[in-house]
């Protein structure tokens, strides 16, 4: 019994330092692994193939386009200055990432709107007077 | 003559389902609690569910015999179409998708006939309003069938490859083509194709049976949660086939489309995926009424939902509204399935406000850090997730179609707006089983997942020294691993305090406990699934490797990811409908062979471009997938690529459905007891 009251006491201990680690070594390591070309290439809609970007496509006009994307990011222009370069001469459609602008303000808001309509909505139905419980809590 | 039979079964389909419809309404209206097994009902389904079995038959029939004067074998086979795609053929263009759609509709209307006629207690008004808006929804694919959508035209004037004229009217004088240039090559290139439409068409269509049970309860005004108990069933059946139709989907474009991908976010992929995540929100929203009476609107909110979201898949799916890798048709048919969303949300959605006020205002939740408000937050989760899914998806085609302005989405804003809401799912999924009902009280969860979490951490820890410190990686296996382990955590400890009541051994009562709540440990098992999938979507999306283009002549040797490549050769092989040239490439790793793979490209007559067609390596560790964007006699062009785990996607999206089964299976046990317990709205 005594050894299973020991226990009882490290193990929380135990739980947080084992969350420490792993986030540690999470927050430490490289954020961005993958290649900037390909993370540029990723943005960017294939022109000659729908729906594909023009890091995933095989066709030869996204392949030309990626060598043009390397070749940018090997002269050391940042991931906008290479985004902007080549979308000089292409229509905003060509981004898979659309950039933020008056018309597409509400792709980013319904989403967010669903979300507090929801969380406000859940929260609503919570009783007033809870049940005499000592370990109410009223959060999320 | 196929025609002439086609077009009868057609029109006999839309007179049984028409007949169906009004027989089953006016026997809902009129019969509150007859005691006759619904006779009359009998003969117009009858009639509808062999129209239904005969137009795909006879369909089938005109391709297998090569009768080039039906539109739609001339459009869209070949003589050259080998099996088993010549049959596949019958429901992978438009037309014939619809015939495939009408053949499901009728199988589940015969099947809800069959189980409302068999079990104990008769069928009442919910059973026969709920086969009344069945049918109706059988009209309007009827209804299509004979009119924009009839595959059983007759060709009047013939073009080289296809048929340029068609009439209606059986009896034209028919002129067919003497071959046609054959279905899409793509979809002639894989056995997925041909079983992956039909699963999915198998979940979409099963949504409307308790879309049927949730319109009969409102139209009835029978509230309450015996039309969810009745149709439970039926959402876990069609939720089943779509996991697996999605998973076999995602498979195919992996194995067929070459460039190494499983999911592109293409509206076709959201079309199916947005009804999923709908039906397994509408799924968990269920048990909570179920059990506490609670979530009564929202629950029809969600079925009307999930069955729009169906027809809305059908509709960017069928109409060409959107050119995507995967939209092969085009055709006026976009007004009538547009038309019938429309009827079918605004119908609905009327119907529910005017009968709002029956239904109940639910009882309050007590704490939301209880099973119910874990459901809740699943159900907000699944529903914001929905939503994103639904908005990126329409957003570029409305603004085009109002202000004429082009807007493109892709995958890095549904990655960027998804991958948080699926991490928060995760870790929920975890939490969640562990709650208790009512309030959860930290005394009671934490013992419950202490040491699940000390677990998952403990793994977390494993992959940080080994494998990777890649922030996504690590807390995708974290998060599956907690998932796994709470469930795990709670079998075990189940099933010892079973063992130590009876005094047997640990390991006979984990089957027992199993056994004993289908439902809960069928959803285990689901999670367990979806926590699989999440780890190997981390893991082939920051770990593999890949080598965009490199050129290799026969005997050139090259190294990439630890593999050596070794191209021995090229082999041309000439079929009826293709011509198939692959490169022969040896695998080495650590100086052992580990056998060839063959990453060809075919040449259709009927495309300029060749269709890549990969080849794939498979191991524990990864796939090595190498495909090819060039080949002849001085070499070949090859991308290669490093995909680690992937065959853990495919486990884990079958296990998901493999959970959803299992739920299934021992039902009737469970709904016994649940029809013990007083209904919410006692009903007479």
Sequence with gaps: MATRSLLGKVSPLITVALALFVAWSVIGADPAPNDRSDRIGKQIRCPACEGESIAESPSSYATDMMDYVRDLVGQGL??????????????????????????????????????????GLAVSRLRKNPPRSPTEKGHA | ?????????????????????????????????????????????????????????????????????????????????????????????????????????????????????????????????????????????????????????????????????????PFSEAVGPSDGAGPNPLLQNHLLMAIHPPLLYLGYVGMTVPFAYGISALALRRPGARWLRRSGAWTRISWVFLTSGITLGAWWAYE?????????????????????????????????????????????????????????????????VIASVHSFTQSAIGPALLGFLVLVVVGSFTLFAARATQISSPPRLESLSSREGGFLLNNLLLSVYAMVVLTGTLYPLVLQAFTGSEVGVGRPF??????????????????????????ARAKVVWPRVHLPLQIALGVGALVVMTTTR?????????AGSWVVAVAAHRLLSQARRAALARQTPVRKQLGRVIRSDRGFWGGQIAHAGVALVAIAIAATS?????????????????????????????????????????????????????????????????LALPIATPGIHRSIREDLYLSLTRIDEQGVTLRAATAPLQWVLWLGGLTCAAGGFYSLVGRKRRRARFSQLPDAHPEG
């Design chain 1, 78 to 119: 940042s991931d906008q200055q290479v985004l902007d370069r080549l979308m000089a001469s292409y229509p905003d459609s060509q981004l898979l990432d659309p950039p933020v602008r008056a018309a597409t303000v509400l792709l980013w808001l319904l989403p967010a709107a669903a979300l507090v309509a929801g969380a």
């Design chain 2, 1 to 169: 003559m196929l025609s002439l039979a086609g077009t009868l079964t057609v029109w006999a389909g839309l007179f049984g389902s028409g007949w169906l419809t009004i027989a089953a309404w006016h026997s809902a209206r009129q019969s509150p609690a007859v005691t006759d097994p619904i006779p009359t009902l009998r003969r117009p389904l009858l009639i509808m569910v062999l129209a239904a079995v005969g137009s795909m038959a006879v369909l089938i029939a005109a391709l297998l015999a090569n009768d080039f004067t039906v539109s739609y074998v001339a459009n869209h086979h070949s003589r050259h179409t080998p099996f088993p795609f010549n049959i596949a053929t019958a429901w992978a263009a438009l037309e014939g998708s619809i015939v495939l759609w009408g053949l499901v509709l009728a199988a589940y209307a015969y099947a809800v006939w069959r189980r409302v006629t068999t079990r104990q207690d008769r069928p009442d008004a919910l059973d026969r309003g709920a086969l009344a808006v069945i049918a109706a929804v059988g009209v309007f694919f009827f209804g299509l069938m004979v009119t924009v959508a009839n595959p059983f035209e007759v060709c009047i004037e013939a073009a080289a490859r296809s048929c340029s004229s068609s009439s209606p009217f």
């Design chain 2, 256 to 320: 067929v489309l070459g460039w190494g991908g499983y999911w592109a976010w293409d509206p076709v992929e959201n079309a199916s995926f947005m009804p999923w995540l709908i039906a397994t929100a509408f799924l968990h929203s269920s048990l909570v009424q179920e059990r506490r009476g609670m979530l009564e609107a929202w629950n029809f909110v969600l079925v009307i939902g999930a069955f729009s979201l169906t027809i809305l898949g059908t509709f960017l799916t069928r109409s060409g």
């Design chain 2, 414 to 439: 549904f990655d960027r707006m998804t991958v948080p809401l699926s991490f928060a799912l995760l870790l929920a999924m975890g939490l969640g089983p562990a709650l208790p009902w009512r309030v």
């Design chain 2, 470 to 478: 890649i922030g996504y990686v690590v807390l995708a296996v974290v």
């Design chain 2, 542 to 606: 920051n770990l593999g490797q890949s080598l965009d283009r490199v050129d290799m002549s026969p005997g050139d040797r090259i190294e990439f990811a630890g593999y050596e490549l070794v191209h021995t050769g090229v082999a041309t092989v000439r079929n009826p409908n293709r011509l198939t040239s692959s490169a022969q490439i040896q695998i080495w790793r650590n100086g052992q062979p580990q056998g060839w793979v063959e990453p060809s490209l075919s040449q259709f007559p009927a």
